[in-house]
């Protein structure tokens, strides 16, 4: 897997995902829609060499891309079987949104920032990947027009009160809800699941994300 700097990658991407199998966290589909992501290509120029070592980076706006364990994680958890409509909160660098459309039916995701949102969308367009739904603007409030949704994803902390939005646009057919929980600075992962008017909730361990900043989210 070659850089745009002429670096090959594959030797370093095989080693991640050998790590990433080896701690459990990712079933095959998720492993191998990893290894078709060129994650070096979703971070800043002066990422590069740190692409493929599992340790989240900065990625501007105060935000970062997520470490590729965590990724894998999160994406498995979601049990995606190729049929779903899913909602991602917080595009970021575009990595997590490639990997989660290679696995899913349809994807809408939201991002607040706009460079963010331009730069995942020029560059996740050269990889060829099927249609993606772009929404910019306030993560928390969801995006109703195509709800319900059987999964959302969100990949910045919440505070301990679910945002409501996420709730009523979620499918109340086994629909899944995955977010980090708890204060600015330190959160729970934690997966609800809707069934009917009933919600069954599982944590999975402690992990930091930058806050959820929105209506229903954390202030500026």
């Not at 970062?64 to 894998?72: D, K």
């Not at 459309?101 to 969308?121: D, H, I, N, W, Y």
Request: aromatic share 8%.
């Amino acid at each position: 897997m070659n850089g745009v700097d002429g670096v090959d990658y594959s030797a370093q991407l095989d080693a991640l995902i050998e790590h990433i199998r080896s701690r459990g966290f990712a079933d095959e589909r998720v492993l191998e829609a990893m290894r078709r992501v060129p994650r070096h290509l979703l971070v800043p120029p002066e990422g590069r060499p740190f692409a493929y070592i599992d340790h989240a980076l900065p990625i501007g706006e105060g935000q970062t891309i997520s470490q590729p364990s965590l990724v894998a994680q999160m994406t498995s958890l979601l049990k995606l079987q190729g049929h779903e409509r899913v909602l991602e909160i917080g595009t970021g660098s575009g990595y997590q949104t490639a990997i989660l459309r290679l696995l899913c039916r349809e994807l809408v995701t939201m991002e607040r920032f706009p460079r963010l949102a331009l730069g995942a969308f020029h560059r996740l367009r050269s990889l060829n990947l099927p249609p993606i739904v772009w929404v910019m603007g306030d993560g928390t409030r969801g995006f109703p027009p195509y709800a319900p949704y059987d999964c959302i994803l969100v990949t910045a902390g919440c505070p301990d009160q679910v945002p409501p939005p996420f709730l009523e646009q979620l499918s109340p057919n086994g629909g899944r809800l995955l977010l980090p929980m708890g204060t600015r600075s330190y959160q729970l992962l934690t997966l609800i699941t809707k069934r009917g008017d009933k919600l069954f909730t599982h944590t999975y361990g402690e992990c930091v994300f930058v806050p959820l900043v929105g209506k229903y989210g954390w202030s500026e």
